[in-house]
Nanobody, 123 residues
């Protein structure tokens, strides 16, 4: 079992920055980690993912160049640094852990999810 707790969300003005954290506990060794988001009335969508080693990352086109995913395995924590935020980035952001790299970017069954943290970008 893996437990995930997100934090760091809040209200920020357009163009601002936030850093989200996802603290993991349980059997996380070797797991890939990902971030997703879900805006009101929309499907949950993939944002970014990172392998256990941290050497490989991938991003949705909508956030490339603005968001950075990283992890600190000693602290069992994954981060999402979000810069140049836009109103369309407003959503609940979720952390996901999965043993499969091919599945980490999907909302398919399998893996573990946190409860989410709200990010609101508004002036």
């Amino acid at each position: 079992q893996v437990q995930l707790v997100e934090s760091g969300g809040g209200l920020v003005q357009p163009g601002g920055s936030l850093r989200l954290s996802c603290a993991a506990s349980g059997r996380t060794f070797g797991y890939c980690m990902g971030w997703f988001r879900q805006a009101p009335g929309k499907e949950r969508e993939y944002v970014a993912a990172i392998r256990w080693s941290g050497g490989t990352t991938r991003y949705a086109d909508s956030v490339k160049g603005r968001f950075t995913i990283s992890r600190d395995n000693a602290k069992n924590t994954v981060y999402l640094q979000m810069n140049s935020l836009k109103p369309e980035d407003t959503a609940v952001y979720y952390c996901k852990a999965d043993s499969s790299w091919s599945r980490i970017t999907t909302t398919d069954d399998g893996g573990y999810w946190g409860q989410g943290t709200q990010v609101t970008v508004s002036s």
